[in-house]
């Protein structure tokens, strides 16, 4: 089981939701609103993994390195904003393991079906963390998602969250074949930042990183900056 909060499944809240809609979760907190994001326009802010925890077991808790040689990095950010395009790169530059969530849910079956109406599978949290919870453990892993606040805090030495451009990215979505509220929830969601805003909340500060992801020299300046990153880690010694 994952250690974050306790997820229970509840009903999708519909296309009006600014959660990016590829793989969408259905698995919430209890005592959560039916909304997908923490956003200007949701009910209910998520806050940090364990809200109750006292600080000092969060320090002794981050980085969760004691055991691991190799970081793990979480690559987040809105569909089309080139998180498994730069996954894929970093990956051969580096000596990390690319875990994409969504291909992942696929492969093994970790959902709860196929929602019709939003056209993507509803992902299984609790299913996800507990397959992915061994691995992490171990390091060295690039996790590859549109969000990020389900995973466990512990996991992570760095956050990475993608930003484009609205207009490029809304030519990207079209270009993909979304539409209607598909589209404007997910360039909704990368105007208002929500992805980042997630990241914030979710993990401390200091370990999330927004980069720009506009253009291809975008693109090889960032496998550059997470290459040089991820090169130069070391583990904590706590
Ligand atoms: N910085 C960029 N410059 C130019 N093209 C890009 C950039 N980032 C992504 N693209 C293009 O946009 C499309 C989507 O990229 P990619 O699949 O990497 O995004 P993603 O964030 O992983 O999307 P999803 O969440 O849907 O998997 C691809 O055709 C890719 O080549």
């Known amino acids: 089981m994952a250690d974050g909060p306790n997820h229970q499944t509840q009903p999708w809240p519909g296309p009006s939701s600014r959660q990016p809609l ?31 925890q006292p600080p000092i077991l969060a320090m002794a808790s981050r980085g969760g390195g004691a055991r691991r040689t190799r970081p793990n990095v979480l690559v987040t950010g809105t569909p089309g904003t080139g998180k498994t395009t730069t996954c894929s790169l970093l ?17 093994k079956s970790l959902h709860d079906g196929w929602d019709e109406e939003l056209e993507c599978h509803i992902i299984n949290e609790d299913l996800v963390c507990d397959e992915l919870e061994d691995m992490m453990g171990e390091g060295g892993i690039l996790v590859d998602y549109h969000g990020c606040d389900f995973f466990p805090e512990r996991w992570f030495d760095l956050v990475v969250v993608l930003q484009t451009d609205n207009s490029i990215l809304h030519d990207r979505l079209t ?27 979710s993990y401390k500060e200091e370990i999330v990183m927004p980069l720009r992801s506009d253009n291809v020299e975008d693109i090889s300046r960032n496998v550059g900056t997470l290459t040089e990153w991820i090169n130069n880690w070391r583990p904590s010694r706590s």
């Open 22 to 52: 590829d793989l969408h979760s259905t698995t919430r907190s209890p005592g959560e609103q039916q909304c997908d994001f923490a956003g200007p326009f949701s009910p209910g802010k998520r806050g940090r993994k364990n809200p109750n």
């Open 91 to 107: 990956a051969d530059a580096v000596d990390l393991r690319h875990i994409n969530i969504g291909d992942l849910v696929r492969e």
């Open 175 to 201: 270009s993909r074949g979304y539409m209607g509220a598909k589209l404007t929830n997910n360039i909704e969601c990368e105007i208002f930042q929500m992805l980042l805003e997630e990241a914030r909340e």
